[in-house]
Nanobody, 119 residues
Framework: QVQLVESGGGLVQAGGSLRLSCAAS????????INWYRQTAGKEHEFVAS????????GYGVSAKGRFTISRDTTKSTIYLQMNDLKPEDTAVYYC????????????WGQGTQVTVSS
């Protein structure tokens, strides 16, 4: 059974940092793109960052550039999102997903982890 399990969310003050983790299991994710999205109530998922699990190439959404860093540990099959200089507008549920092709549909999703940034 394929699972993506996020952790590391919580409450942090503006300007602070958090590191989210996404533990991937149940299949090989070689050549998959692992992505972070976020969602607030009533809005669609917003793309945050993506990493190629095998090659390590990365991409970022506008809101993440310069403040967030995506990385992975292939030995632990875990993907990280380091978030620095957090702002109240970063408050959201953060999800990780896996897709085989950029531009394709997301094949697997985690359950999400809440990040709340207080002002």
């Amino acid at each position: 059974q394929v699972q993506l399990v996020e952790s590391g969310g919580g409450l942090v003050q503006a300007g602070g940092s958090l590191r989210l983790s996404c533990a991937a299991s149940g299949r090989s994710f070689n050549n998959y793109f692992i992505n972070w999205y976020r969602q607030t109530a009533g809005k669609e998922h917003e793309f945050v960052a993506s990493i190629n699990f095998s090659g390590g190439g990365t991409g970022y959404g506008v809101s993440a550039k310069g403040r967030f860093t995506i990385s992975r540990d292939t030995t632990k099959s875990t993907i990280y999102l380091q978030m620095n200089d957090l702002k109240p507008e970063d408050t959201a549920v953060y999800y990780c997903s896996a897709k085989r092709y950029l531009g394709g549909v997301d094949d697997y999703w985690g359950q999400g982890t809440q990040v709340t940034v207080s002002s």
